[in-house]
């Protein structure tokens, strides 16, 4: 921390080379206070990683300890505080590009039993009033023109889907 210069002065605190994860681990509120400020948020075209001070260096096993403790014990009031920071914020097409290409070819988990349940449970605790809404919803939703020939693949998929239902069920009776 020599590298990191903090003046404490009349409950004011100025920043010189302080980072945010430097921050989080004090867990002050008035650190962390300021960097919710516009102010302190880090314009990442003007910074480059040399210029952290952490640059160079790796945390020891004892100091990654301490953080992770840090982070699995935090308040739900500074979660919160976090959650607000971000809410609203747009991102660039560039980053939902790269974001999209992170991504691809990545298969996500199967859900839980439990995830699946509390899935069915939802939707059939659906009130007869929101249904109503949706479907108001959709019924004023305007549907983009399909050209005949996007028409016709569609009858053809549906009716490839009937088929195939048609034949499982087969199967299984025959099965039965």
Known sequence: ???????LFQNQIQFDSFNRSMAIAFDLDYIQEQFIKEDYKMDASSHSPEMSPMYGLKHSTETKRKMSEAAKNRSQDYKD???QLHKGKTVSK???LKISQSKLGKKRQ?????TKRKMREAKANISIQTRKNISE????????SMTEEHKRKIAES???TKLKNKEINMSNQILR
């Open 81 to 83: 505080k976090m959650s």
């Open 137 to 144: 919803s959709a019924k004023n939703r305007k549907m983009p």
């Open 158 to 160: 549906v009716k490839r």
């Open 110 to 114: 199967p859900h839980s039993e439990e």
């Open 1 to 7: 921390m020599s590298s990191t210069n903090i003046y």
């Open 94 to 96: 560039e980053t939902c």
